[in-house]
């Protein structure tokens, strides 16, 4: 992967890469607004600072550029390793996907669905990213019914055994009254 521009060139090539705000981004955001889903831009609050925080149903969306978050990395990296800088590059880019994975691990476990979009993805097919969005937010609602279900069968069973342990203690001291 021979880079055919001059250090300069590609000084300033790269340093244009914006990381807030970028195409991808604006597209998606632009998308999820259409729909009517409300959302924080870079949410400060939460590791990552994703580049989408719906807040009401606590998702994280992050918009991944291929090269910089390595997609297809088995294929990628044996072209970084036949390029200039690629001990830079392959470290770079290693370091950015365990960040990525370290990121899902932290928000994941403060209760947080993370969805994490492929820049072409977005760019190709927004309508189709705004449904796996759509799909998430659904199936959130199902488990929390069901979540909701379970636990008002729980709470009628404890009531039962209240009463029924109420009952008890009563009969135990004597009386033949109930709760």
């Known amino acids: 992967m ?13 340093s244009h890469i914006k990381s807030q705000n970028t195409s991808i981004e604006v597209k998606l955001r632009a998308a999820l607004w259409h729909n009517g889903y409300r959302y924080r831009v870079n949410y400060k609050k939460l590791p990552g600072k ?8 606590r998702i994280a969306i992050f918009c991944d550029s291929e090269f910089f978050h390595g997609k297809d990395w088995e294929v990628l990296k044996p072209h970084l390793e036949k390029g200039k800088n690629s ?7 290693s370091r950015n996907r365990e960040r990525d994975e370290e990121i899902n691990k932290q928000l994941m476990f403060m209760g947080w669905t993370v969805i994490r979009f492929w ?6 097919d927004v309508e189709q990213c705004v449904k796996v969005v759509e799909e998430t937010i659904f199936e959130m609602a199902l488990n929390e019914e069901n979540t909701a279900q379970v636990l008002d069968g729980i709470m009628a069973v404890a009531k039962k055994e209240q009463i029924f342990m109420g009952k008890t203690k009563f009969l135990a001291a004597g009386t033949e009254r109930g709760a």
């Open 119 to 124: 820049g072409k993805d977005i760019k190709k």
């Open 2 to 14: 021979a880079d055919n521009l001059t250090k300069e060139q590609r000084h300033k090539s790269m």
């Open 50 to 57: 994703p580049d989408i925080a719906i807040t009401r149903y």
């Open 87 to 93: 001990e830079f590059w392959i470290k770079k880019i």
